[in-house]
């Protein structure tokens, strides 16, 4: 499930993805960042946040 992923990984992105855009390049995004990087990361929209989780991990992230 993904709290397990969240909770594995070393580094969690939240990206506005554009209109034009879909799940299939957010995947594309997850797969580029973990080659790049070499580490486990995970990659959420905002939306994809559960509602009772959504304003802590707002408040508590970096906006880069």
């Known amino acids: 499930d993904w709290s397990s992923d969240v909770c594995s990984s070393d580094l969690i992105f939240i990206v506005d993805l554009a209109k034009n ?3 299939f390049d957010l995947g ?7 080659e ?3 580490f486990e ?3 959420f ?3 994809m946040i ?4 959504r ?3 707002m408040n ?3 906006k880069l």
Request: hydrophobic share 40%; proline share 0%; net charge negative.
């Open 50 to 53: 559960k509602e009772q989780y």
């Open 28 to 34: 594309g995004l997850l797969e580029s960042l973990r």
């Open 60 to 62: 508590n992230s970096i």
């Open 21 to 23: 855009r879909s799940l």
């Open 41 to 43: 990361v995970v990659v």
């Open 45 to 47: 929209t905002e939306s």
């Open 55 to 57: 304003e802590s991990i």
């Open 36 to 38: 790049l990087l070499g």
